[in-house]
């Protein structure tokens, strides 16, 4: 199984004081598996459309809200933080554009399976699997979506992919929807194995360089980012598709 070895994974991890590591759980043993293993909140995803979810988890959208339901529940008597992701919040690869009508009732029922299970999130993320996005929806949708959530008193978080080039202005619509929170990876690593021609999340430094130079303070070392990625790709063999780390910072004073 592609997951076989997280548990062997986590166990290798440095846990330096401030630092919580956040583990996806599909299901109820992969929630045992998370606390076994010693992560420190667990994430669970549910999905707005059925033919995505019957082939990235084998349910149906709404069941997955179900799932999400039970793994909120079991998180609370474990005494253990718990996050939902709904994904392809933006388009589905297999059935095309979703609307937002169909994204907030997820969100709603996904709030509301929380609420019933005696666990409220520790933040709701709409997620653009397979980088569908564009700024426009982004906004609309967040707007949409944060009535709930702020009526639940949950954060609201944005996930983006580079896929067509717009991960770095979905984050910036993001944050002046209200988002809070925005997921990435580091020198854009990542991607979906079930969603076709994807690519990696939105790079972590452009999307902190962007924000610091709007003005929005992250707390993140732009330096170390890059050297942090200059680093993965050199371990990758490969060139990793972060415009901020190839280019470096922007000059300070008059140029020589």
């Known amino acids: 199984p592609a997951m076989a070895d997280a548990t ?67 998180a609370a008597a474990a ?49 653009d699997t397979i980088g569908a996005a564009a700024p426009g929806m982004v906004i609309e949708r967040c707007e949409a979506v944060r009535e709930l959530t702020d009526a639940a008193g949950v954060p609201l978080g944005g996930h983006f992919h580079d896929t067509r080039n717009t991960g770095v202005a979905n984050a910036w619509a993001a944050v002046t929807a209200g988002v809070t929170m925005l997921e990435a990876s580091i020198g854009g690593i990542g991607g979906c194995p079930f969603a076709p021609n994807a690519t990696g999340n939105v790079a972590t430094e452009d999307i902190v360089f962007s924000l610091e130079r709007s003005g ?18 050199e371990q990758l063999g490969r060139p990793l598709p972060s415009g901020y780390s190839a280019a470096g910072p922007v000059p300070v004073g008059p140029l020589q």
């Open 79 to 127: 005494g253990m933080p718990a996050s939902v992701i709904i994904s392809a919040s933006f388009g589905c690869p297999f059935e095309g554009d979703i609307p937002t009508a169909r994204v907030v009732e997820l969100a709603d029922r996904s709030l509301q399976a929380a609420a019933d299970a005696g666990c409220l999130p520790v933040r709701l993320v709409l997620a």
């Open 216 to 233: 929005v303070s992250t707390g993140l070392d732009l330096a170390k980012l890059r050297e942090t990625t200059l680093w993965l790709g």
């Open 8 to 74: 062997e994974l986590m166990a290798a991890l440095p846990r330096p004081q401030g630092i919580t590591y956040v583990g996806l759980v599909l299901n109820e043993k992969g929630l045992d598996r998370a606390v076994a293993a010693g992560v420190h909140e667990v994430n669970c995803v549910t999905l707005t459309s059925d033919t995505f979810a019957q082939r990235n988890q084998g349910v149906t959208a709404f069941e997955s809200v179900e799932v999400w339901g039970r793994i909120a529940r079991a």
